[in-house]
């Protein structure tokens, strides 16, 4: 079958792989393309199988069954040192008794010495730690070990950059800052890259194009902004979070809640289902549903209320001047018709 | 083995059920018991003092309690039979002031002595290195739950130790098992002694291998017995390798007399040894001429120990590199079965091979491949152990990063592999060349016809008791040993120092 032009332009694609270790399925069918200078991200719970995905395209793990294309070469049975895949690992896995400048170079063995040099300098220089090179992976801080990490990863020009979790290792303060200088580095670098993150917020902030896994298979596949506003069903919305879901009944082509009602989506009649509602979609109005003020979170930039409304606990986002004493009743409603709902 | 099941069950009934056997093994069995007991009463709190204590010179004592491990047992036999014995050193300083007899040092004291004095330091070794590695954290919490120190060495230190202690114990109570030297010299009648015997002596090779396999059948039993234990203990490592400060606890008023305890201890176990064969030295007359003979004799211990080491070295890689990074039934069976080494008695194993090969491979019959084999088979526990350590801190993802990276499997192995393992396989080496050096019975049995080796000189030489022939090999022997041992607590120390935080998990 010819290659179409817009398919033969894939970095990477995989085909129906399967994996199982000791006959537990830990990759079911799983399908997964990313073009040229995209950042896939990929998102789920522990135990879905993003790092054996990223372990199966680096060639770390034999796939039981599919295909991997990497830049249009079929890479399944080829070993990792000739995939042209750069891999970030989660502990980093610097060499301890290389210097900085001395596993930047790892990867270079085929580059002239001089053109080497240059090279490492020159990724070194990327990532912002030209004066460390002759130091050893010990004597730096965590920060800067994943920024060594990323140098050696980058500096052979992979086709495909594969980062596992990469900033699990940081603290969370360190990893908001650090986040901005990797992605930049990424783009910098010019290769595709898969990205994988148990956190949801990360995956969303770095991807162009977000896959949730569940269970070894691709759930829901999309940019950020779609998996954020229209998740496909009841489990990626937990998952993403950042919501309340709330249960109702289907009655004249509306769900009904306690909070009013939104378009069903063609749920049939009389079904039960649930809607997500986000703290932006409730606000506080004159006439509404009655409730509580039962908790507040102040986070500086706004105030999460915690409004009790018939047993149920729904959170509302209001400015940061807006202060409303525990206990207040107030009356809320669902600000928008058009929210997810799922049957 | 061929050799015992050869001779018809009739007859091997007769061996085994014979009242002296009976004898020999309970006599075999209450010393090995006696002497790992003394060696670790002697080692535990040594280890202790010499890590986490402010004894004076703790550095210092560090080194020199280890020491006494360079001496053979057979070299320290002599000494103390020349010291203590009958118309020994002492006795005769003493015989003007009427001191007719001396408490009797053949037998079981002497023997019991003798070897707990030169094996205690395979638990000092063990059991230090394991409070090296114990997170003080554990005992930082237990200070703040109220305990006392005494308290916490006993709940906190003795159970995460107990893995080192019973791997140390093992060493010394096979050690004891398998010696031949020291018990020889003592005439403390062992299983060891009683098969030599057998076999040169009366030429009865078929008691001789039925003793054999009785004493293997013991050393197995030990052998089961700790690994049985190691394996309910292996949660007790958790943390390792997490906070790396080492306590140090004042010891008060105790600081003195712990330190003449060490003095004390380093004086009878190094100084007695050092004495005797120095005063022999200074007295023997044939000074000048046993210069060449100990030379060649040394070259010849360093040639074999090197063959033994290296042929070991080849063998151990593949079985803890396989053990380490696939671990399935098959590579653990292979690593069990190398263990059986540590169950083999030199003695038992110098014996098959002349069997052995004198049957069926005659061109190997006493010739210097056939020594280093022997060494080979013995010693490659050891080696398996240090590469297996060593190994095990090399996390895979490091070899996953080079592969990654464009380096091959062989790139891999000496870019990546080789250069993390080589102070682990360098340490392991140390120990297989330091014990190969010291080794008496096989080196006796199997080395070629005129390939006089240090420790066969000193044998040869004590066993007639002309002292003074054996001080010049025994000194080389000791000088030579204490630079592997140097290395090794060396390297020990400078672990200690830099808290080594390896990458990668």
């Keep these: 079958m010819p290659l179409t032009e817009s398919q033969s332009q894939q970095v990477l694609r995989l085909r129906g792989i399967s994996k199982a270790f000791a006959g537990v399925p830990a990759l079911r069918e799983l399908d997964l393309e990313v073009g040229p200078r995209e950042i896939l991200s990929l998102i789920g719970p522990s135990g879905c199988g993003k790092t054996t995905t990223l372990r199966v395209i680096a060639g770390l793990e034999v796939p039981d069954g599919g295909s991997v294309e990497i830049a249009g070469r079929d890479c399944r049975l080829l070993p990792p040192e000739r995939r042209s895949v750069g891999f970030v690992f989660q502990d980093y896995a610097l060499f301890p008794h290389l210097t900085v400048a001395e596993n930047v170079s790892f990867g270079l063995d085929g580059l002239h010495r001089s053109e080497r040099k240059k090279r490492v300098a020159e990724v070194l220089d990327l990532v912002g730690l030209p004066e460390m090179s002759q130091r050893l992976p010990r004597e730096l801080s965590g920060g800067q070990q994943q920024r060594v990490a990323l140098a050696r990863a980058i500096a052979p020009k992979p086709a495909l950059l594969l980062l596992d979790e990469p900033f699990s290792n940081l603290d969370p303060q360190l990893r908001r800052q650090v986040r901005h200088e990797v992605l930049a580095i990424v783009r910098a670098s010019g290769s595709a890259a898969v990205w994988v993150t148990h956190d949801h917020d990360e995956g969303l902030i770095v991807a162009d194009r977000v896959v949730v896994m569940k269970e070894g298979r691709a759930c829901q596949a999309g940019t950020p902004s779609e998996i954020w506003r229209s998740p496909q069903d009841a489990w990626v919305a937990g998952f993403i979070g950042h919501g309340d879901l709330l249960k109702g009944t289907v009655s004249n082509g509306r769900l009904v809640t306690s909070l009013g009602d939104v378009a069903a989506n063609g749920i049939p009649e009389g079904a039960e289902a649930t809607v997500l509602v986000r703290p932006e979609d409730v606000v506080i109005v004159e006439h509404g549903s009655p409730g509580t003020v039962v908790r507040r979170h102040f986070s500086g930039s706004d105030n999460i209320y915690c409004v009790q409304i018939d047993g149920t606990l729904l959170h509302c986002r209001q400015p940061s001047d807006v202060e409303i004493p525990r206990g207040t009743e107030i009356k809320v409603k669902l600000k928008s018709d058009a929210l997810p709902v799922f049957s | ?505």
């Design chain 2, 1 to 505: 083995m061929i050799r015992a099941f050869g001779s018809g069950t009739g007859e091997l009934a007769g061996v085994v059920l014979r009242p002296r056997t009976l004898g020999l093994l309970i006599r075999t069995a209450g010393l090995a018991v006696a002497v790992t007991a003394a060696a670790i009463v002697i080692a535990v709190p040594l280890a202790w003092f010499t890590t986490r204590s402010d004894l004076p010179w703790r550095r210092f004592w560090g080194v020199a309690t280890a020491l006494p491990l360079v001496i053979p047992s057979y070299v320290g036999g002599f000494a103390f039979v020349a010291a203590l014995g009958p118309r020994g050193m002492l006795q005769a300083a003493l015989s003007p002031l009427g001191v007719e007899r001396l408490p009797e040092i053949y037998g079981f004291p002497g023997a019991w002595l003798v070897l707990t004095l030169f094996t205690y330091p395979y638990v000092l070794l063990t059991t230090r290195a394991s409070i090296l590695g114990l997170d003080s954290s554990l005992e930082e919490a237990a200070l703040t739950l109220g305990k006392t120190r005494w308290e916490i060495f006993w709940r906190v230190l003795v159970p995460q130790l107990r893995p080192a202690v019973a791997a140390g114990g093992l060493l010394v109570a096979l050690y004891t098992l398998h010696d031949f030297g020291a018990v020889s010299l003592l005439r403390f009648d062992s299983f060891t002694r009683a098969i030599y015997v057998s076999y040169r002596g009366s030429f009865d090779r078929t008691a001789a291998a039925i003793l054999s396999l009785i004493l293997i059948t013991l050393s197995l039993l030990i052998v089961a017995a700790e690994s049985r234990s190691r394996r309910r203990a292996d949660y007790h490592r958790i943390h390792s390798g997490g906070g790396r400060r080492t306590l140090v606890i004042p010891l008060g008023a105790w600081r003195w007399a712990v330190f003449a305890g060490c003095t004390f201890l380093v004086l009878i176990s190094l100084g007695i040894p050092v004495a005797v064969i120095g005063y022999w030295l200074v007295r023997g007359t044939t000074g000048a001429n046993a210069i060449e003979p100990t030379l060649t004799a040394a070259f010849n211990t360093l040639r074999a120990a090197a063959a033994g080491t290296l042929l070991c070295l080849l063998a151990a890689w593949p079985v803890a590199a396989l053990s380490v990074r696939h671990p399935s039934r098959m590579s653990r069976f292979i690593e069990t079965s190398s263990f059986v080494g540590y169950a083999l008695p030199g003695l038992v194993v110098a014996l098959s091979l002349v069997f052995l090969t004198a049957r069926w491979v005659p061109f190997l019959y006493q010739g210097l491949a056939l020594l280093a084999l022997a060494y080979g088979v013995l010693f490659l526990p050891q080696a398996v152990g240090a590469m297996r350590a060593s190994l095990l801190q090399v996390s895979p993802q490091l070899e996953e990063a080079a592969r990654t990276l464009g380096a091959g499997r062989a790139g891999t192995f000496f870019k990546v592999v080789l250069p993390l393992v080589r102070p682990g396989v360098l340490a392991g080496s140390a120990l297989v060349f330091l014990t190969a050096m010291k080794e008496l019975p096989a080196t006796l049995l199997l080395s070629p016809p005129g390939f006089a080796t240090l420790a066969t000189r000193v044998w040869g030489a004590t066993n007639d008791a002309f002292f003074a022939r054996a001080a010049a090999p025994a000194l080389v022997l000791i000088a030579l040993s204490s630079v592997p041992l140097t290395f090794l607590v060396l390297k020990e120390r400078s672990q200690e120092e830099s808290g080594l935080a390896r990458d990668g998990r």
